[in-house]
């Protein structure tokens, strides 16, 4: 199981890189078009800000689950035992998998309703809003499932995957 998970994580983790590569190129293309000719892309701020920006900062949510990347406030916590620090770990793990999982399901039902209906913004461009709330949704699950699998996993393998992601193998 943790090896399906891990697949997943990197796939969605270099569905983010390539959002944020394909932001910089759009934003690259609508400075010189912008001021070289005259003719921003009118669409180009809405696209990032709607679709890509949700992939950016949802997609690789297990990724930066599985090596620790999160932000975490641990001044009291290194001076606690291994087995309470474990099982505090742990415990924030399951609440976390919890409050994630009904946020996932909220957003896998509204990307299901809004497919359903059609729904979209509309402005100078038309936007189709279920893609948006389906990447939301994968983002969370990876999520829930690295927090889930991590609840099981012991503390040496845990600081194995956190060692072996920092140092990039």
């Given at each position: ?33 912008r ?30 689950q ?13 001076v606690?035992?291994?087995t ?6 742990r415990?924030g ?5 919890a ?9 896998a ?10 729904e ?22 990876q ?27």
């Open positions: 199981m943790g090896k399906i998970i891990r697949v997943c994580e990197d796939a969605t983790r270099y569905a983010g890189i390539a959002a944020t590569l394909a932001i910089m190129a759009i934003i690259a293309c609508d400075v010189l078009f001021y070289a000719f005259n003719a921003p892309l009118a669409w180009a701020y809405e696209f990032i800000a709607l679709y890509l920006m949700a992939a950016l900062f949802f997609l690789p949510l297990g990724y930066v599985r090596c620790q990347g999160n932000v975490a406030v641990d001044l009291f916590v290194r606690l035992p291994a309470i620090r474990s099982w505090l770990f415990v793990n399951l609440l976390a998998a409050t994630f999982a009904v946020t996932g399901m909220v957003f039902e509204k990307a299901w309703d809004a497919a359903a209906s059609g979209e913004i509309i402005g100078p461009y038309v936007w189709t809003t279920w893609p948006i709330y389906a990447v939301v949704t994968l983002g969370l699950v999520f829930v499932l690295r927090a889930l699998y991590q609840v099981g996993q012991s503390a040496t393998t845990l600081q194995r995957d956190a060692a072996e992601e920092a140092h990039g193998e």
